[in-house]
């Protein structure tokens, strides 16, 4: 009788199944629901739409936000790609493009500004004890503001130049975090300065602007409120020195100095005393001249505060790269401010999901990380974990490469 050997099948590795909910269900975890209703009933965004709520547009402008989508259409067709998660994501409409664009057209943009200043409360509370690149005792702000351009058949009321349109993002940014806490739009024809007389200024805080903002009377304002500034100074100005304090040469300092204004509209707009700081930045091999109030810092501290102004770019940067606000799904006036600060939230709620598990690595890494794992049922953590040792491995492999020849 023949014998026959049975032999087990070969083993195979068991798959780990993540069942658990979505990169984009856990980033919306964190976002305050009751406040983001509450801004809807202030402006009775719910009125004219019964299947397609505020919240079910906000989350279709998040996704394409997140996820690089920039037409209505390619929104639509990605989110019904993945309609099996659309409902536990918190969608409760359809999404169509053309419901899409009648939302954007007619619901009140206020909504997500008003819900956008409660994220940026939020953000604040969160990162109010974060250190910054140089030691202060007051809070430091960049302020600045960013253009646009737009098409000028498409967007008429953009008015900007005879042949272009354009809107300008005129930002505050909170340097711990960076956070940007105060936000206006405006078309691209508004003057950077005008925003000065706008802009919420704080008892103590130290405002570092470019020399887009020198207008005396202004700068006088905030000097009256208790703040501080720090400007480039205009390659025009006329002063008279008071007298000069000692310069710390290997710092970079080549005069500090009280002075006064001497043109009769430069001493009417600021009749008091200022501080002019000279500085050769050694890595550009460039001469800088600042005006602040501030006459207790050191000189070298003058212009590293000016130097942090390169955060409110970065900001700028960024938004426009990977938060989609160049291209818009929407020609209105209403539909352009939803679109921004839409965007604006997003990075808000980012920003705070990244302090609340505490990830160790940079904001802007961490956005990226979540664009391209939106969809992943992993916990963000673990995701980020992963991403960030695949980098470190390949730089690695990078740097094998380079001592290998």
Known sequence: MN?????????YRRVAMHTGPTVFKQLLHHLPRYEFNRCVQRYRGEYWAKTFSTYDQFLCLAYAQMAGRESLRDIETCLNSHQEKLYHIGFRGDVSRTTLADANERRDWRIFQDFGQVLIGIAQSLYKNDAIAIELKQPLYAFDSTTIDLCLSLFPWAEF?????AVKMHTLIDLRGPIPTWVTITTGKVHDVKMLDQLPVEKDAIYAMDRGYVDYARLYGIHQQGAFFVVRAKDNLK???LYSSPKNKEAGVRADQVITLVTQKSKNGYPERLRRVSFVD???NKRLV???????????????IYKQRWQVELFFKWIKQHLRIKSFIGTSVNAVKSQIWVA???YLLVAITKKKLDVQCSLYTFLQILEVNLFEK???????????RRKNNTDDEIQLNLFSY
């Open 378 to 388: 992993k916990p963000i953590l673990s995701v980020v974990t992963e991403a960030l």
């Open 282 to 284: 050694k890595e550009r």
């Open 290 to 304: 600042f005006l602040t109030n501030n006459f207790e810092v050191p000189a070298e501290t003058v212009a590293a």
């Open 3 to 11: 014998s026959f050997r049975v032999y087990p099948f070969w083993p």
């Open 239 to 241: 002063c008279k020195r």
């Open 344 to 346: 604006l939230c997003i």
């Open 161 to 165: 130049r005879k042949t272009k349109a």
